[in-house]
């Protein structure tokens, strides 16, 4: 009945366990630590989102939240425990219907997908989704998730056959636009796939970071004598035990690994503590006696700019980096416009939230390489930075990334993976560091907060003449990727319109707030809320349909964009047509028409989720549901792919390999975005195999050739290309040889279906497995080739922006609708049309994901995300109030893709991770207009915004 | 990371009062755990009592127009249990906004009570039914009960009258049958959400369906404490149904029933919003329609 470790006994699997713990251990803990079954997952610790779902006698609950003492002669259920005979049809479903990406929400998906089917069979969409809404997954965009559901839900009532779930491949030649399996869905549906904080080591010491609680504060002394005596510590870091040159950062390399004479922002790592145990490392950290002299706090760009105080001594005006557009003359232009428009727009800080929080091992291996392992999306400039700040040789520093749950850009900024490497360097033994949900929040990089200034002018046809745009960055305590955000900002933020003359001024600036850095669309959500906001304004101005508003402004074949570059065959308004066509957008100017429009409330959308519908009278409904508004946006939006203004590059590295399998050694970093099953569609398509056949390599400096981060929506383009190359390469290898041994030409020869012949010949035909057995053994060959793909990105002109900044553009549309609930403000997003050109779809299921999940993020941007600082303080410090959209928040989506081949682009491909979640902001915010008049300016359009926006029109 | 250093777990009443008595230091009822267990760990004591073993506090029971609802009944229980559903079918429409379903087969309304956050979703059920909070401790070797109102045991956010060594035993419920009843809840997001205003209406009509025979509003989150709207119950009481009294009846509101001084504005627009809409769907349950 007392204290300390108590007996208990629990069947986990169907096994009995009887073991002595601490009863206050949460169930997950007990799962992961002492059991390693690490399917259960930990991405709150706080009941927040089901990653840690189990079944407790046959109940659904979060692991996180059960002492063991209660679980104490249960029954549990782990992922690990469901198909007897190793997969279940529902995980199967899971990998089919595209319902995986990053994975981490996978397993606790899983778990609450086998207790829906168990207590209901014929569970309909609705309850499907409300059954799921306390597991957050932040990738999917919960649709495949459902359907894979309702696909199981089919299948295992024999309303579906089995047989569904085999990938068809008409033949190799065509798996580049076939739906195929995840190649790497099998771990991350079973829960065997590790990810960095489900890594041991033996003797391997746990990292504790003390952190500032101070904002702005010069550190007067750091005393741990007290703490490196307390039971299990190893060792404590300071900046002071840095031996090389420290600081890290995308741009300027302004940030030391643990801070450096003064913390900049609350929750900076001022030290490290290792020790044998987590608990005790945290447990000393109470004896660390910092002592600070605090500083005034920059809490706002206006403060930066007036100098309040100096954050960084290198730059004594508190400005990061600015970047000029200037195209045409505006000031003449804006004189002959008919209507000119000024508007303010802001945007808040928002997290990535990627369910897996930033963790990572590292150690130093026989040979004195100190390896760092983590869930890191650039891994290259990584091991540079850690090689100069740890003062080793490159090549004694090798970095692996770890499968990575969830990136989305937080994970290519480097944050923690200096002072992992320190320790294993100082310690000699393997080290590990796993962020809490409240460090990832407070401690990594969020979406730049960016207030936008809008002059625009037209003419009264709808022309747009002259517009200059002002923008500013709030880059947080350290550069990190800011420089590269008010770039890319200037160069894309006029949207996707051909403007004689333009004016962009961008500028980001160093604050006490949190760090501001890399996140999907990297600078351009921001301003493409702003101008197709701006759009909507003069639709309603000038009374022209916003449809036809982006045919009259929008880029075409020919166009000369904001850098004065000069496009070639451009899709644009293919996108916005398709995407009216698909949502069957009813013309007509933004004029608050959602009461009058015929369009809304149709088949493509689902109803406004209202808790109870099951059993409340249809009466009560129909009055709760006649409270709704509903209205339609529209937004559009356009992208460069891959990295701009510069050269970027990939390589490959690959081998046909015994018994006719390939393997592919690249550095692409795998996020959840499917390129691995994206590169393995682009071998088998060249080589004619299948995807089962193919291997891939890891993303390890010492292993494969650079292929950059995940980034850029560049990967399939750039990476893509290579692999396309290597492939090629090798094909031509592979031919050559066996055409010397055949003694035919070359030119005849094909590979598809693992088979390797010439058309029509029953002489020359062979197994690939054969005909590699005889290249190898026969000819004494290994088919190996190497795959670069290189793009010439040309710099622009400091004062006028005028360059080519990217070879490949894209294009996007999309409509939503929205219904407002009058009583509350609450918005509910009930459909999303998409029209995207991607140049080639590649993997149609990983190109709907990008789609979906993209949508769902910037729907959280638009209505529910915030991460605010009060004097500097992160005010949501955990998922219980830094809110994302659940499974009953979404829309229905419809989605059709362009594909306007990439013309630099051997495969034709382009891209879609990031140009996904574009135009979703704005097509929300404008149908929020649409609806209810409401216009909101500064995001997000939270209930109280939009209530008390009501409730002022209703007294004037 | 770090949890309780002390765990205990009676699995009766009367060893719980023995480790009550016992502890030597600041300890904390774990009942469901999911206030607790979501908590940092400066938050909480060094010690834990777990009471969740404890057969009797789960009982449910009925006696004379009151249902006895013990402390560690699941929030859950009021959606899927019959009886709960039957006798207080008010708690099944808060309950169902409440976290999400994982989380309410773990979390308990004793756990809601004794927590006494402002905005804790079934205490304005509770208010409305004018709910009573039986309290269990022992003094002497006796065992003493104390029933509170709940107006009465809630003394502000996570404040209420329970002593030290006192716990919620069970929440009496009167049955009050032939109301409609509505919940009216918003938050940021509509899963695992918590509350900015929440509310919870019942409504009696006579026989002929024409009068307001019995009206019960009341607010959470709003304030330190829930609250019954009781300018409005009365006005309405006696009237005949309209939607132009209900009207009327919103001028009623008091000006300072909102007390929160954050998003105070959009509190104020919520609350008639939520009396008009409340009162309607509750009117709509009985088949009332304006
Ligand atoms: C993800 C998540 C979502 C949530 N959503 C909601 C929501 O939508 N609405 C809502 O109202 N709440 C919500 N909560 C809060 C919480 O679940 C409820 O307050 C729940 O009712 C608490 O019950 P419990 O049994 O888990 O309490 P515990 O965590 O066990 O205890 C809570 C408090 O009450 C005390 N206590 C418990 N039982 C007794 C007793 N019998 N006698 C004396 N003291 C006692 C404990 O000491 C503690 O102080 C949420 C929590 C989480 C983690
Ligand atoms: S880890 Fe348990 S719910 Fe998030
Ligand atoms: S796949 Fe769901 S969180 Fe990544």
């Known amino acids: 009945m007392t204290a300390e470790q108590i007996r208990i006994e629990i069947t986990i699997n169907g096994r009995k366990y009887s073991r002595y713990v601490a009863p206050a251990m949460r169930l997950a803990d007990f799962l992961r630590e002492d059991l390693h079954l690490i399917g259960t997952k930990k991405g709150c610790n706080a009941g927040e989102c089901g990653t840690c779902s189990v079944l407790i006698d046959g109940v659904l609950k979060k692991s996180c939240l059960i002492p063991i003492a209660q679980a104490d002669g249960c029954e549990v259920v782990t992922v690990e425990g469901i198909g007897p005979k190793g997969v279940d049809i529902i995980q199967r479903c899971f990998m089919h219907a595209g319902a995986v990406q990053c994975g981490y929400c996978t397993p606790g998906m899983i778990m609450a997908a086998v207790t829906i089917l168990k207590e209901n069979k014929y569970p309909d969409r609705l309850e499907i989704r409300r059954r799921l809404g306390g597991n957050i997954c932040r990738c999917t965009g919960y649709a495949k998730i459902m359907d894979a559901i309702e696909l199981a839900r089919d299948i295992l009532n024999g309303d579906k056959d089995e047989s569904c779930l085999k990938t068809v491949i008409e033949n190799t030649e065509k798996t580049i636009g076939s739906c195929v399996d995840r190649v790497d869905a099998l771990g991350k549906v079973t829960g065997a796939l ?86 005790e490392a945290e447990e000393a950290a109470k004896y660390v006696e910092i002592t600070y002299e605090k500083l005034p706090i920059v809490t706002t760009i206006e403060e930066a700019m007036a100098g309040k105080a100096v954050i960084h001594e290198a730059y004594q005006d508190n400005l990061v980096s600015t970047t000029l557009l200037d195209k045409g003359n505006i000031d003449q232009a804006f004189a002959y416009c008919d209507l000119i428009l000024e508007q303010d727009y802001s945007t808040q800080a928002v997290d990535h939230a990627y ?52 990136g989305f850009g937080g994970k290519e900024d480097m944050i923690y993976q200096g ?124 009374g022209i349909d916003p449809v036809e508003l982006r045919m009259i402004n929008g880029l075409q074949d020919g166009s000369s964009t904001h850098t004065q570059q000069i496009l070639g065959s451009v ?30 409330k149709g088949e493509g959308v689902v109803k406004p989720y209202i808790p109870g519908r099951e059993f409340k009278s249809e009466a009560a409904l129909k009055i709760a549901e006649s409270r709704f508004k509903y209205g339609r946006g529209l937004g559009t939006s356009w992208y460069g792919i891959a990295r701009p203004t510069s050269r970027d590059k990939a390589s490959a590295f690959i081998e046909i390999d015994d018994g006719g399998t390939v393997m592919l050694l690249t550095g692409v970093t795998e996020i959840g975005e499917g390129i691995h099953t994206v590169l393995t569609q682009i071998v088998c398509n060249e080589l004619g195999v299948y995807p089962e056949d193919v291997t891939l390599g890891d993303n390890d ?139 080639r779809v590649i993997s149609p299921q990983g190109v709907e994901g990008q789609v979906h999940g993209g949508a769902v993020m910037s729907m959280g941007q638009a209505i529910m995300e915030d991460f605010p600082c009060k004097d500097g303080v992160p005010v949501n410090k955990d998922f219980a109030k830094y809110l994302l959209p659940t499974c009953v928040d979404i829309p229905a989506f419809h989605a059709s893709f362009v594909e306007d081949r990439g013309p630099y682009s ?31 300016t500064d995001l997000p359009a939270t209930p109280e915004k939009i209530l008390n926006a009501l409730a002022k029109q209703s007294k004037y | 990371m770090l949890q309780y250093k002390e765990y205990l777990r009676p699995t009766t009443i009367e060893e719980l009062f023995s480790c009550i008595k016992a502890a030597d230091k600041a300890y904390d009822i774990v009942s469901g755990g999911t206030d607790l267990y979501a908590k940092e760990q400066e938050r909480l004591s060094p010690m834990a009592i777990d009471i969740s073993r404890i057969p009797a506090l789960s009982d449910i029971s009925l006696e004379d127009g009151w249902v006895k609802i013990g402390a560690n009944t699941p929030v859950q229980q009021f959606i899927e249990n019959a009886v709960l559903v039957d006798q207080v079918p008010l708690i099944r429409h808060a309950a169902i906004y409440f976290a999400d379903q994982q989380i309410r087969e773990a979390a308990t309304i004793g756990g809601n009570v004794a927590n006494s956050s402002p905005t804790g979703d079934i205490i304005p059920t509770l208010t409305a039914m004018d709910a009573v909070i039986q309290t269990l401790s022992m003094e002497d070797d006796q065992e003493v009960r104390r029933q509170i109102s709940i107006l009465e045991f809630i003394q502000g956010p996570g404040r209420n009258v329970l002593k030290d060594g006192e716990i919620v035993e069970a929440i009496l419920c009167p049955v009050l049958t032939g109301y409609g009843l509505a919940f009216k809840k918003v938050g940021q997001r509509r899963s695992l959400c918590i509350s900015t205003v929440n509310s919870a209406f019942m409504v009696k009509a006579d026989p002929a369906q024409k009068i307001f025979e019995d009206v019960r509003i009341a607010f959470g989150a709003i304030g330190p404490v829930p609250q019954r709207v009781s300018d409005v119950e009365k006005f309405l009481v006696g009237k005949e149904i309209s939607e132009e009294i209900i009207n009327e009846a919103l001028n009623l509101i008091p000006a300072d029933l909102v007390k929160s001084r954050s998003r105070i504005e959009y509190r104020r627009n919520v609350v008639p919003n939520f009396v008009k809409a409340g009162l309607m769907e509750a009117l709509a349950e009985l088949g009332i329609a304006l």
């Open chain 1, 194 to 279: 590790e990810y960095a904080a489900d890594m041991e080591m033996p003797r391997m010491l746990h990292v504790f970071l003390v952190r500032s609680k101070e904002v702005h504060a010069n550190i007067v002394s750091i005393n741990y004598d007290k703490a490196l005596v307390m039971p299990g510590v190893e060792d404590i870091v300071t900046a002071a035990d840095v031996p090389g040159e420290d600081g890290f950062g995308v741009g300027y390399q302004d940030q030391p690994i643990l801070a450096r004479g003064k913390v900049r922002y609350y929750g900076e790592p001022v030290a490290a503590i290792v020790a044998e145990t987590l608990e």
């Open chain 1, 355 to 406: 369910l897996e929080t930033e963790a990572g091992i590292a150690y130093v291996d026989p040979d004195d390489v100190l390896v760092v392992k983590s869930c890191d999306q650039d891994i290259s400039p990584h091991r540079a930075f850690l090689a100069r700040i740890l003062d080793r040789p490159i090549n004694k520093v090798r970095v692996i990334m770890t499968p990575v749950g969830g």
């Open chain 1, 419 to 542: 002072i992992l490497g320190l320790c294993a360097v100082r310690t000699r033994r393997p080290v590990k560091l796993v962020f809490s949900r409240k460090d990832s929040l407070i401690s990594s990089a969020k979406r730049h907060p960016v207030f936008m200034h809008h002059k625009i002018g037209v003419t009264k046809d709808g022309r747009i003449k002259a517009l200059e745009l002002t923008l500013k960055s709030d880059g947080g305590a350290y550069c990190m990727s800011t420089i590269g955000t008010v770039k890319k900002a200037a160069m894309l933020g006029g949207g996707p319109y051909e403007i004689d003359n333009i004016r962009v001024n961008s500028k980001g600036y160093y604050t006490n707030n949190t760090p501001s850095g890399a996140m999907r669309t990297f600078g351009i959500l921001q301003p493409t809320f702003a101008i197709e906001s701006t759009m909507d304004m003069i639709s309603e101005r000038l």
């Open chain 1, 571 to 600: 899709a644009y308004k293919e996108t916005v047509r398709r995407c009216a066509e698909l949502s069957g957008w009813e013309p007509g100017p933004s004029t608050v028409r959602g009461s009058i429009r015929q369009d809304v």
């Open chain 1, 701 to 839: 400096t010492a292993r494969s050739p650079e292929a950059s981060h995940a980034g850029a929506s560049r990967q399939t383009y750039m990476v893509g290309n290579a692999v396309a190359v290597a492939a090629k390469n090798v094909k031509a290898k592979f031919i050559k040889a066996m055409a010397e041994y055949w003694d035919v030409d070359a030119t005849n020869i094909v590979m598809r279906d693992r088979r390797v012949f010439i058309e029509g010949s029953n002489r020359f035909d062979l197994p690939l497995a054969d005909a590699l057995k005889i290249i190898k053994h026969d000819r004494g060959i290994v088919p190996v080739a190497s795959g670069l793909y290189t793009v010439h990105h040309g710099a622009i002109d400091p004062v006028t922006g005028k360059g080519n900044p990217w070879q490949a553009y894209v294009y996007g549309s999309q409509v939503a609708e929205v219904a407002v609930d009058t009583t509350t403000g609450e918005v509910h997003v009930v459909g999303i049309w998409a029209s995207h050109d991607v140049g």
């Open chain 1, 906 to 936: 051997p495969l034709g491909a382009k891209g879609i991770g990031e140009p996904a979640p574009l135009p979703t902001v704005p097509a929300i915010i404008n149908a929020i207009y649409d609806a209810v008049g409401v216009r909101i």
